[in-house]
C-alpha cells in the first residue's frame, strides 16, 4: 500500500463546476505538496503547506495534521484546468524527498 | 529564463549505451533531485543531493549515478541501459526543505 492515496484517480467535470481532490498519508509528514502535470509533461507546484488553508487564484488546499488528510479544491472549473494533479508528502526523516500520489487526472469539459 | 532545465528533452538509445542527462537550475537552490515517472505515470525519487550529501534511493540500480560539478548543475548518469529504464525523469531544485521546482522532463526511451 502506498504512503500517499489519493482520490479520485480520474475525474470529469463540467465547466464552472467545483472541484475537490483528496489526498491521506499514513505516516508522519513534514510538508505536503500539491503539483500539476499538463499533458506535454511539465511539473509545476501548485502548494506547499503544513498547516491550514492556502489560496491562490481559484485553487484553494488545505489539510488536515491530525487526520493525515489533504484537499485541493478548484473553484469554477475552466478547461485549461484539465491536468493530472499530484499530492506528495516529505516523510519525517527523508529529508527534503518527495514522496508521491498516483495522481488524480482532471478533465474538465466545455 | 528557465529557472531548472534539463537536455535533452528526449532520448533514444539502444540496450548496453551508456547516456547522460544534464541539468542546471538558476533559482540559488541548496538542494537538487531526480526523479523517475513510470509509464504509469508514478513519480519516485531517484536522488537528493545538496552540497553536502549525497542520498540514494536504495531501490536506483548503481547503473544509475548522480554527478554535480557545482551546486547548480546535477547530470544523471547512466550504464549499460536496459529497456526497464526507459521512462520520464525529471530534474527539480528546492531551497532548503521549500517548494519544488521541476525540470520539463526527459523522456527516455530504450530500444
Known amino acids: 500500500k502506498n504512503e500517499v492515496e489519493q482520490s479520485p484517480q480520474n475525474l470529469t467535470a463540467q465547466e464552472g463546476e467545483f472541484i475537490t481532490i483528496n489526498c491521506s498519508y499514513s505516516?508522519?509528514?513534514?510538508?505536503l505538496h500539491w503539483l500539476q502535470q499538463h499533458p506535454g509533461g511539465g511539473i509545476v507546484s501548485l502548494f506547499m503547506?503544513?498547516?491550514g488553508k492556502k489560496k491562490h487564484g481559484r485553487l484553494i488546499a488545505t489539510i488536515n495534521i491530525q487526520e493525515k488528510h489533504s484537499s485541493l479544491h478548484i473553484t469554477a472549473s475552466h478547461p485549461r484546468d484539465s491536468a493530472v494533479y499530484i499530492c506528495?508528502?516529505?516523510?519525517?526523516?527523508?529529508?527534503?524527498?518527495?514522496?508521491f500520489g498516483g495522481g488524480t487526472r482532471l478533465m474538465v469539459k466545455p | 529564463d528557465t529557472a531548472v532545465s534539463q537536455t535533452p528533452k528526449y532520448l533514444v538509445t539502444q540496450m548496453g549505451n551508456d547516456k547522460s542527462i544534464k541539468c542546471e537550475q538558476n533559482?540559488?537552490?541548496?538542494?537538487m533531485y531526480w526523479y523517475k515517472q513510470d509509464s504509469k505515470k508514478f513519480l519516485k525519487i531517484m536522488f537528493s543531493?545538496?552540497?553536502?550529501?549525497?542520498?540514494i534511493n536504495e531501490t536506483v540500480p548503481n547503473r544509475f549515478s548522480p554527478k554535480s560539478p557545482d551546486k547548480a548543475h546535477l547530470n544523471l548518469h547512466i550504464n549499460s541501459l536496459e529497456l526497464g529504464d526507459s521512462a520520464v525523469y525529471f530534474c527539480?531544485?528546492?531551497?532548503?526543505?521549500?517548494?519544488?521546482?521541476f525540470g520539463s522532463g526527459t523522456r527516455l526511451t530504450v530500444v
Open positions: 527539480a531544485s528546492s531551497q532548503g526543505q521549500g517548494a519544488y521546482t
Open positions: 505516516v508522519g509528514i513534514s510538508a
Open positions: 503547506l503544513s498547516s
Open positions: 506528495a508528502v516529505n516523510l519525517h526523516g527523508a529529508g527534503n524527498m518527495l514522496t
Open positions: 533559482l540559488g537552490h541548496d538542494t
Open positions: 543531493y545538496n552540497n553536502k550529501e549525497l542520498i
